[in-house]
């Protein structure tokens, strides 16, 4: 059984930093593409970055190209998100998913088969 656990949500200052955490146990972390997703109150869950299995292929959303970073260290089945200059709108819980089918990151939702609980980001004015 696959699990992934988020951590390092927390309330922060608009322009600060925080560093989101997955860990994920069971099945074969270092073969999957790796993603983050967040979901803002009364929409939808949105792509934020992904990188696949070997980390030379990332990708981003738009609106945190320059100020997200996305990693992963194979050897702690560990997958990072930096967020930096953090704005309100960056507000939202923010969910890891693991792809198995061995294909680059993609942006879609229904590409991943497991999913962490998600941790709470909160980024005041």
């Known amino acids: 059984q696959v699990q992934l656990v988020e951590r390092g949500g927390a309330l922060v200052q608009a322009g600060g930093s925080l560093r989101l955490s997955c860990a994920v146990s069971g099945g074969f972390f270092s073969t999957y593409s790796m993603a983050w997703f967040r979901q803002a109150p009364g929409k939808g869950r949105n792509f934020v970055a992904g990188i696949n299995w070997s980390s030379d292929t990332t990708a981003y959303a738009d609106s945190v190209k320059g100020r997200f970073t996305v990693s992963r260290d194979n050897t702690l089945n560990t997958v990072y998100l930096q967020m930096n200059s953090l704005k309100p709108e960056d507000t939202a819980v923010y969910y890891c998913?693991?792809?198995?089918?061995?294909?680059?990151?993609?942006?879609?939702?229904?590409?991943?088969?497991?999913w962490g609980q998600g941790t709470q980001v909160t980024v005041s004015s």
């Open positions: 998913a693991a792809d198995s089918h061995f294909q680059a990151p993609t942006d879609n939702e229904y590409d991943y088969d497991y």
